[in-house]
């Protein structure tokens, strides 16, 4: 999957049909999309953030691909946007104010050497007894993080200790991302 490219009509196409999903939901109508290539029917996880003004406003994603990239997109667009618990429900006068980024994945590769994990490079998701968390590999290069730090919030991002990591049963998996947004 490393090798697995998204040509820049391919990215405009995720990103217009993440746009017209929210767009679809909040008007009420069915969506007008254009239509996906060969490479998009590809089945890999994706995330799909929203900033308004540059701050976080919603992001959800599926870290597997059960679906063809293009459907994962339209469904993690609306989940983003009304469905974030972080956050209310996207509102109508909110939606030209909104920037979207999408983080298509690969493979999640299941590691024990925690020196593995390159900062900017990979996105980290810890499992431990019946929680997990994730964190994109931007995160780290936004919050100015090192590994040590990166390794701690995704550990409180699975509502565990900061220190879970260390802890022999934490299976931590590493994967890369291609990410784009809108300009």
């Known amino acids: ?24 939901r909040l008007k009420k109508r069915g969506g007008v999309f254009p239509a996906p290539t060969k490479n998009l029917k590809t089945r890999c996880g994706a995330f799909v953030t929203l900033h308004k003004q540059g701050n976080l406003r919603g992001c959800i994603g599926q870290m597997t691909g059960r679906m063809p990239l293009i459907d994962t997109i339209k469904e993690m667009a609306v989940s983003s946007a009304f469905n974030d618990p972080r956050f209310p429900s996207l509102g109508e006068e909110e939606f030209e104010q909104i920037d979207i980024e999408i983080s298509v994945l690969t493979p ?40 040590d730090t990166f390794l701690t919030h995704t550990c409180y991002k699975a509502g565990l200790t900061g220190s879970c990591w260390k802890d022999a049963s934490a299976e931590i998996s590493i994967f890369s991302a291609i990410i784009f947004g809108e300009k």
């Open 108 to 147: 999640l590769q299941k590691i024990k050497d925690i020196s593995l994990i390159q900062v900017g490079k990979h996105g980290i998701f810890i499992q431990k007894g019946g929680s997990s968390g994730v964190l994109l590999p931007q995160v780290a290069t936004e919050q100015g993080w090192d590994r």
């Open 1 to 24: 999957m490393d090798e697995f490219i998204i040509n820049d009509e391919e990215k405009q196409i995720l990103l217009t049909t993440a746009r017209e999903s929210i767009a679809g």
